[in-house]
């Protein structure tokens, strides 16, 4: 049993900052790569920023300069640094992890409960 659990969302004015923490917990034998997702009302799902294991990289244009993704591997653990905002970042962010659970299985793809974003004056 795998779990990935958020925290750090909440209301924050335009302009802001949010610290968004993902703890993967459970049967573990490797992770690949971590990220972040989210789903704006009436919008599609999309990536906001991954991280693989050998710590490369990448983000969504629309966030590029302002979010930072990092992992720290031995607490199994993502993080999101949302600075400077908007309110067209509001939406629920889902942690999102490829991983292994033995030595004999196939990595794959668990998500969190997601956490709610709410940029607003």
């Known amino acids: 049993q795998v779990q990935l659990v958020e925290s750090g969302g909440g209301l924050v004015q335009p302009g802001g900052s949010l610290r968004l923490s993902c703890v993967a917990s459970?049967?573990?034998?490797?992770?690949?790569?971590m990220g972040w997702y989210r789903r704006a009302p009436g919008k599609e799902r999309e990536l906001v920023a991954a991280?693989?294991?050998?710590?490369?990289?990448n983000y969504a244009d629309s966030v590029k300069g302002r979010f930072t993704i990092s992992r720290d591997n031995a607490k199994n653990t993502v993080y999101l640094q949302m600075n400077s905002l908007k309110s067209e970042d509001t939406a629920v962010y889902y942690c999102?992890?490829?991983?292994?659970?033995?030595?004999?299985?196939?990595?794959?793809?668990?998500w969190g409960q997601g956490t709610q974003v709410t940029v607003s004056s």
């Open positions: 459970g049967s573990i034998f490797s992770i690949n790569a």
């Open positions: 991280v693989a294991s050998g710590g490369n990289t």
């Open positions: 999102n992890a490829q991983l292994s659970s033995s030595i004999l299985s196939v990595p794959r793809e668990y």
